[in-house]
């Protein structure tokens, strides 16, 4: 090189010098290359892709009602994601996805220069492959050594996989917020659709949540969210994946973004919780991971309609106790005006329950109020619609409850899809239905609102039975001789101490009137409370205590006193449809259950109910017999006794059942039932409390039973049972009664016209004034 010029020498000497270092670093990379390709991770995670899939619960008519796991995620196949979705991904992640081997060479030095032109790094230039790469079997630390494997697991990964296949895995696998695992999921859990139903702007929205899912989350960060969406709006477009006018139309298009995240088919948030349990206890290795499919028992129709019943019925017991003030308050001194970001912020950390939904009073006088409606709606109440808390519009209210700027509210759409103001109830509530032939359960709500109190009421809430009690009282007296027409005297009576257990007592009919003797039929229907104690008087307390376990209550929590008798022990509304429903079904006492069957991620069953059917007689509680004059009975209660509102309401006459009050009107319940289905409501306060007065059974609880049997019998038709072997027959109508063949002798009262006697019996014995037990 010397016979060169100067100044070729000075030019070419520093490429020679440069081209041996470039040789030199690529033979370095080569041997790097070929020391740890062969060391890379194996595809098998990819090629045998199992994602961790949720336990899911659902109704047995196969609706979605729970879902638990750390993941939330629904795995969709590349031909089920919308041509919509996938240019949105590849316009805002990798627009030359289909065309580089996986990493982007072009993308990578268009990223350089923007952030050299930027002063900083700003732009990255991972493609899908990488992220895949990185998802599957790296850390998210930002080294030189990450991403080498990065890269050279990407190449790895386009030369074992389709681009389909690689695409369908970052689709599935990709975090999005919310605890959504992928796009169909985030679907789901952003817009409350599915994947294939969504618009070219909800699919930007989506699309431009990898890149940062907390900070363009829609719910947390509305505002960064929506640009991050004209982001990607723009490449689709300059990309050509929408037109113009598409282009326009999304930008414009309003997004109604969930904000409730457990929003399902249909609210059965307790049953959901009990197969949840149900399932970890049997199955607890990788329960929430692997994709349990677990159904359950209830009906979406008739869940739905107990949800609503249940809503209505303490929403109605609620308005009728008056309107309490404000909910809390919020320091306006920094909301600039009335559509401030900030209102939605602080709205964000009140909970909705149900279709109560909170809003921020931005003004309020006697004539009307003007409220910010969490999710951005400005409401104005005038007349009717703010009726309901008119006294807490007046100066003199409470100044912590009285209505006025900065008070946080509930709003709820009345009957015509009004808005109107509202309250969240103190009060709380359960009902569950059972099939009484089989003891499977139709329907379970176990509270006003899951998300605010998640004690299942139904199988956890011990409380006083009251009258609901009675029945099996009755059917205990009917195994000692007596009969519908037994004759018993409704009069004031006095037990001493030691008959109590405990202090002299001096019980009244909830009514306070007494009406002398009567049949015993008559005094179920008017739940005349010194009849029932006579009743218990004369078979004995201890007797009583001990049948009543036939029916699945627990003896020590019924003491044999005669309190007993309008039931001062304590039950479960899931003990008390259990034992109704020895009633419905002719004498056998099933066992209720709520999960059908569970399946595993290849929808092969792993385990399932075996119900033992009414009919087997091992599971017989009580006589047939008894049964069906119990049934005949209860009718009454409905046609003409203090539940008469079932029949007149459903126009039915095949319904039984009891209404049930404690003392003080602490507890009200009604239980009941048609051959088909039975069901128990129950109202009264966490910490016990009076409810009011008047508020009976048949006043709180019955409302909620009907507005579900409503739903339930729908298209049933009317049925009674048919009159077992063994019973004689008198009277008609009415008066109508039955007694046992071998009791017919000693207790059938003279003067009713017997059927099938050889002789007239004598009279039964006098019984309004019975041995003490």
């Not at 001194?333 to 009335?338: E, L, R, V, W």
């Not at 329950?353 to 003007?370: E, H, M, N, S, T």
């Not at 101490?497 to 049949?519: C, F, I, L, R, V």
Request: with cysteine; charged share 25%.
């Amino acid at each position: 090189m010397s016979h060169l010029p100067l100044a070729a020498r000075i030019v070419i000497t520093p490429l020679i010098v440069l081209l041996g270092l470039v040789a030199i670093g690529i033979a370095l990379a080569m041997i790097v290359l070929a020391l740890a390709y062969p060391n890379l991770p194996s595809l098998e995670v990819l090629t045998d892709y199992r994602p961790k899939i949720p336990l899911r619960v659902y109704t047995s008519d196969g609706y979605l009602i729970g879902e638990f796991g750390e993941e939330r995620r629904a795995v969709v196949s590349i031909q089920d994601v919308p041509p919509v979705m996938k240019h949105a991904i590849l316009a805002a992640e990798d627009d030359r996805f289909y065309q580089h081997g996986g990493v982007d060479y072009l993308g990578i030095l268009r990223a350089a220069a923007a952030n050299l032109a930027g002063g900083g790094k700003r732009q990255g230039a991972s493609t899908i492959t990488q992220q895949v790469a990185r998802n599957f079997f790296l850390s998210g630390e930002k080294t030189y050594t990450r991403k080498l494997y990065e890269a050279l697991l990407s190449f790895k990964i386009e030369k074992n996989l389709s681009k389909d296949q690689i695409l369908e895995l970052y689709v599935n696998q990709i975090f999005l917020g919310q605890r959504a695992y992928g796009f169909a999921a985030a679907a789901q859990i952003y817009f409350g659709k599915p994947l294939k139903d969504i618009s070219i702007a909800e699919a930007a929205m989506l699309a431009g949540l990898p890149k940062a899912p907390s900070a363009y989350n829609p719910i947390v960060n509305p505002k960064r969210a929506r640009i991050r969406q004209q982001y990607v709006l723009r490449r689709m477009h300059d990309l050509g994946y929408i037109t113009d006018v598409q282009h326009e139309s999304a930008l414009k298009e309003p997004l109604v973004v969930k904000r409730e995240l457990a929003d399902y088919a249909v609210h059965a948030e307790h049953a959901a919780e009990m197969a949840r349990q149900i399932t970890a206890d049997r199955f607890p290795e990788d329960v929430y991971s692997r994709g349990l499919k677990v159904y359950t028992t209830l009906v979406k129709a008739e869940q739905e309609a107990a949800y609503l019943s249940l809503r209505r019925g303490v929403m109605d017991y609620d308005r009728r106790h008056g309107y309490r003030g404000a909910e809390s308050y919020l320091d306006m001194k920094d909301i600039g005006s009335d559509q401030d970001e900030a209102i939605d912020e602080a709205l964000q950390d009140i909970a909705d329950a149900g279709d109560l939904i909170p809003a921020l009073v931005l003004a309020a006088d006697p004539k009307q109020i003007r409220a910010y409606r969490k999710g951005g709606e400005i409401v104005t109440l005038t007349g009717d619609a703010m009726k309901f808390a008119a006294k807490m519009l007046d100066d003199k209210a409470p100044p912590n409850k009285r209505i006025k700027r900065g008070a946080i509210i509930r709003l709820q759409k009345d009957d015509k899809g009004g808005w109107q103001i509202s309250q969240l109830p103190e009060v709380e509530s359960a009902f569950v239905a059972v099939n009484p032939q089989d003891g499977a359960i139709r329907a379970l709500v176990g509270g006003f609102d899951f998300n605010r109190n998640k004690f299942n009421h139904v199988t956890q809430a011990w409380r006083q039975p009251g009258s609901s009690f009675k029945p099996f009282i009755y059917s205990a007296a009917l195994e000692k001789g007596f009969s519908p027409s037994s004759i018993i005297n409704d009069e004031p009576i006095v037990i001493s101490a030691s008959q109590t257990g405990s202090q002299a007592w001096e019980p009244h009919n909830y009514d306070g009137k007494y009406e002398g003797p009567m049949k015993m039929r008559t005094a179920l229907a008017k739940s005349k409370n010194m009849v029932s104690i006579r009743i218990l008087q004369a078979i004995g307390t201890h007797y009583a205590q001990d049948y009543a376990s036939r029916f699945g209550f627990d003896a020590e929590k019924h003491p044999p006193y005669l309190t007993m008798a309008l039931g001062a022990g304590s039950v479960t509304p899931w003990q008390m449809v259990t034992a109704y429903s020895v009633f419905a079904n002719g004498g056998y006492r099933i066992k209720p259950f709520v999960v059908r069957e569970i399946r595993d991620e290849r929808s092969q069953v792993i385990a399932q109910a075996a119900p033992v059917p009414a009919g087997e007689e091992s599971i017989r509680a009580i006589d047939p017999r008894n049964a069906f004059m119990m049934d005949s009975m209860l009718r009454d209660v409905t046609i003409y006794g203090t539940a008469a509102r079932a029949s007149v309401t459903l126009k039915r006459q095949d319904l039984a059942g009891k209404t049930g009050t404690t003392n003080e009107y602490v507890d009200a319940w009604f239980c009941g039932y048609q051959m088909t289905v039975s069901g128990c409501a129950w109202v009264g306060f966490d910490q016990p409390k009076k409810l009011g007065d008047k508020e009976t059974g048949g006043a709180a609880a019955l409302p909620i039973w009907i507005g579900y049997m409503g739903r339930a019998l729908r298209d049933v038709p009317l049925q009674t049972p048919q009159m077992p072997e063994g019973l004689i027959t008198f009277g008609s109508g009415r008066d109508r009664s039955y007694i046992y063949a071998e009791n017919a002798v000693k207790a059938a009262p003279p003067d009713e016209e017997t059927t099938e006697m050889t002789e007239a019996p004598p009279p039964r014995p006098d019984i309004s004034l019975p041995p003490a037990d």
